[in-house]
């Protein structure tokens, strides 16, 4: 059974779409994050959840809007997405706030626009 | 904001030798911890290091950390092929959430 499942693991789309990228971790987390990694490799964080409740909030574009409808799932939502938004966005899960445990990965989501 | 910086970005040896790889941190943390990424695929937890820790093994690895400079490294012993993968130290810098370098991309040459 996958920890931390992301979808889709490919994402091509055309400028001024909106998409979304869900995740799901069975591992009983209290808490997921959301991470961009550009093509330098620079992981950053984006978002995080507690129990459903956003703890943090990056400086981040507001086409960018994470939903959790519980906290075994984290989705991200991209409105009218830019050639910048190009990268892997990765959900990560851990047990509570922080690295206190180390996180889980999902195997990310490539998103490129076109 | 970026937390660790590692040092090397590249490294490439045999297989068979040890690789080091380093990272600095600029704030106080409450621990360090050290992934794994193939490439294509996510993040692997490997080790995690407490501030009053000064080293730590697992199997291959051995991991210190010095916080009066800051530092981290991260030694592979006896490397493999398959040990070739990029490298990240995170720290827990008591913010809520994991702050990750750039990496060190290691290539084990068979």
């Known amino acids: 059974d996958t920890a931390v499942s992301q979808t889709p693991k490919y994402l091509v789309t055309q400028m001024g779409n909106d998409k979304s990228i869900k995740c799901e971790q069975n591992?009983?987390?209290?808490?997921m994050y959301w991470y961009k990694q550009d093509s330098k490799k620079f992981l950053k964080i984006m978002f995080s959840y507690n129990n459903k409740e956003l703890i943090i909030n990056e400086t981040v574009p507001n086409r960018f809007s994470p939903k959790s409808p519980d906290k075994a799932h984290l989705n991200l939502h991209i409105n009218s997405l830019e050639l910048g938004d190009s990268a892997v966005y990765f959900c990560a899960s851990s047990p509570g706030i922080g690295g206190e445990a180390g996180y889980t990965f999902g195997s990310g989501t490539r998103l490129t626009v076109v | 904001s970026q937390q660790g910086e590692e040092d090397p970005q590249a490294l490439s040896i045999q297989e068979g030798e040890n690789a080091t790889m380093n990272c600095s941190y600029k704030?106080?943390?409450?621990?360090l911890q050290w992934y794994r990424q193939n490439s294509g695929r996510g993040l692997v937890h490997l080790i995690l290091i407490r501030s009053n820790e000064r080293e730590k093994h697992s199997g291959r690895l051995r991991v210190t950390l010095d916080t009066s400079k800051k530092s981290s490294s991260l030694l592979i012993t006896a490397s493999r092929a398959a040990d070739t993968a990029s490298y990240f130290c995170?720290?827990?810098?008591?913010?809520?959430?994991?702050?990750f370098g750039a990496g060190t991309r290691l290539t084990v040459k068979p």
């Open positions: 704030t106080s943390i409450n621990n």
């Open positions: 995170a720290t827990d810098a008591f913010t809520g959430d994991m702050r």
């Open positions: 591992l009983g987390h209290d808490t």
